[in-house]
């Protein structure tokens, strides 16, 4: 047996973690172990199903572009959101979520008391400079019984956690690379959204941010 005193393991900073409710939790680069994996399973998944920009039921068009994979993807037609097994773009089913989304997936989840967290859906936002999300709730899932878990990417972000009414105040919480929020429980349906991103250079991602949500839609 080799003892392996100065592994991966012990080079790596303490996760910081913040809470920002009861039953939600950012986890400050805890994605970071696994970013290289991440960013190249995000190719392969974005190759068959590449970023588009879709229309909200009111007409809107949506400022960040959107793709999926798993089990459920997210569409919208103007008529409305759902989860789709089938990519309307191509006609086929969505990529396979691919492994490394389920490790983060589950050890985020579990970090914040959400244990055996098994996604079906994974949703990824681009941001380009300029791009938002309004406030919303997560609703079009089959239940709430699962967390959400959200890993940002690229440029930083300031994300809006509020309440249960649209109108309740907010919190600002800025993201960075790297940080998974995960939110569940008690706190599975509150408002939230993301400010205009703001102007600049990733030095991975360029000049984009990148959200991906796993999620228990079906
Ligand atoms: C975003 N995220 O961070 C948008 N929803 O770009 C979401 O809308 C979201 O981050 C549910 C749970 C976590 C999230
Ligand atoms: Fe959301």
């Known amino acids: 047996m080799t ?9 790596q900073q ?18 970071l172990p696994w970013v290289e994996a991440l960013l190249a ?9 590449p970023f ?30 759902r989860y789709s097994p089938i990519d309307p773009a191509s ?13 983060i997936a589950e050890a985020a989840a579990s970090a914040a008391g959400f244990a055996d967290f098994l996604p ?24 709430y019984e699962a967390p959400i878990v959200s890993i940002s990417l690229g440029l930083p972000a300031i ?17 960075f690379h790297g940080d998974v929020v995960v939110w569940g429980g008690v706190d599975r349906l509150r408002f939230h959204g993301v400010l205009p991103i703001k102007p600049g250079h990733h030095p991975v991602l360029g000049e984009q941010r990148i959200n991906i949500t796993l999620r228990k839609a079906g």
């Open 3 to 11: 003892l392996d005193l100065f592994g991966e393991e012990d080079l």
């Open 14 to 31: 303490p996760t910081r973690i913040d809470r920002i409710g009861q039953q939600a939790w950012v986890l400050r680069g805890f994605a």
């Open 41 to 49: 399973a995000l190719d392969s998944v974005l190759l068959q199903a």
């Open 52 to 81: 588009r920009q879709m229309q909200t039921p009111g007409g809107y068009i949506m400022s960040a572009r959107l793709s999926s994979c798993g089990d459920l993807g997210w569409t919208s037609d103007g008529l409305g959101y």
């Open 91 to 103: 006609a086929a089913p969505w990529p396979k979520m691919p492994t490394t989304f389920y490790e």
């Open 120 to 143: 079906d859906a994974g949703l990824i936002n681009s941001y380009a400079p300029g791009a938002k999300m309004s406030l919303h709730q997560d609703k079009n899932e089959r239940s």
């Open 159 to 175: 994300f809006q956690f509020g309440g249960f009414q649209r109108s309740d105040p907010t919190q600002r919480i800025s993201l």
